[in-house]
């Protein structure tokens, strides 16, 4: 009997000491103490149950293609996001509105091709990002600037395009070189895979000079077709207004001459018969 007794007792207390599970974990999503493994379970799209007190997500290797707007309730203790190997093509704007407090985020191994500097506006704690393994060919401006508190930055394997549109993350990197990392948090070399002549050269071999041939404010393509649509006219116009101005101060000046006649001489008016 104290036998059965002392091995209930053991029991009670390993049930208490187990941790409850939450009652709002989502059914594909191991759950405890805040953090959250919806890791691996073939999702498409971020579970929409989360608790409150989520302190850190993991949804890597998942089958997720886009982060619409505001695809994650309100997170306000969330820390750490991982979506690693997902299928990840297209980040809204406003996606990650409400997760003011995260530290963490990790994109890395995705079909990203371009990032809105909108997107990483409300992470203004950020202190580690991980983009690498992406499609990415260059950098917005501003997307980094948006980041003030950012200590880790990856960008490794990304198809880097070495053009006048790389000066933006060139910058950026001039100032802020150690803080992008590769595994291991190492220092890592980004390396140019376009165009074919520079493929795998440093993108911090380049120098000052090598984009002085670059516009500091290029123009977009809205302001191109205005300069053709408004260019051509102008010109016109002008051209019609100075031959129009001319031809009026020319028909101004004849009005103005005094009209020439000859006057006869004496002794010509005395040779006159009659």
């Known amino acids: 009997m104290g036998r059965w007794w002392g091995r209930g007792a053991v029991l009670a207390c390993l049930l208490l000491l187990r941790p409850l599970p939450s009652p709002c974990c989502p059914a594909a999503c191991r759950c405890s103490l805040g953090n959250v493994d919806c890791s691996e379970h073939g999702l498409r799209e971020v579970p929409p149950s989360l608790a409150a007190n989520t302190s850190t997500l993991w949804l890597g290797y998942n089958f997720?293609?886009?982060?619409?707007?505001?695809s994650?309730?309100?997170?306000?203790?969330?820390?750490?996001?991982?979506?690693?190997?997902?299928?990840?093509?297209?980040?809204?704007?406003?996606?990650?509105?409400?997760?003011?407090?995260?530290?963490e985020l990790d994109l890395s191994d995705n079909y990203l091709t371009v990032l809105s500097p909108e997107t990483f506006q409300p992470l203004t704690s950020l202190?580690?990002?991980?983009?690498?393994?992406?499609r990415l060919r260059q950098l917005e401006p501003g997307v980094l600037?948006?980041?003030?508190?950012?200590?880790?930055?990856?960008?490794?394997?990304?198809?880097?395009?070495?053009?006048?549109?790389?000066?933006?993350?060139?910058?950026?990197?001039?100032h802020n070189s150690d803080k992008v990392r590769g595994e291991c948090l190492r220092?890592?070399?980004?390396?140019?895979?376009?165009?074919?002549?520079?493929?795998k050269y440093p993108i911090m071999a380049f120098g000052n000079e090598s984009f002085r041939q670059c516009?500091?404010?290029?123009?977009?393509?809205?302001?191109y077709v205005t300069f053709m649509i408004i260019g051509p006219f102008s010109f016109m116009a002008s051209i019609f207004f100075c031959t129009f101005t001319g031809s009026v101060v020319v028909v101004y000046h004849n009005l103005r001459k005094e009209p020439h006649v000859p006057r006869r001489s004496c002794s010509a008016s005395s040779q006159d018969p009659g």
């Open 64 to 70: 997720i293609t886009v982060l619409g707007p505001r």
């Open 72 to 103: 994650f309730p309100p997170l306000p203790g969330l820390r750490v996001l991982s979506l690693p190997h997902n299928h990840l093509r297209l980040i809204h704007s406003q996606a990650l509105v409400g997760l003011e407090a995260l530290l």
């Open 127 to 134: 202190t580690k990002l991980n983009l690498g393994g992406n």
């Open 145 to 174: 600037q948006a980041l003030p508190q950012l200590q880790a930055l990856f960008l490794q394997d990304n198809p880097w395009g070495c053009s006048c549109s790389i000066l933006p993350l060139w910058r950026w990197l001039s």
């Open 187 to 199: 220092t890592v070399l980004l390396l140019c895979r376009v165009p074919e002549q520079l493929n």
């Open 215 to 223: 516009q500091e404010t290029p123009l977009s393509a809205q302001h």
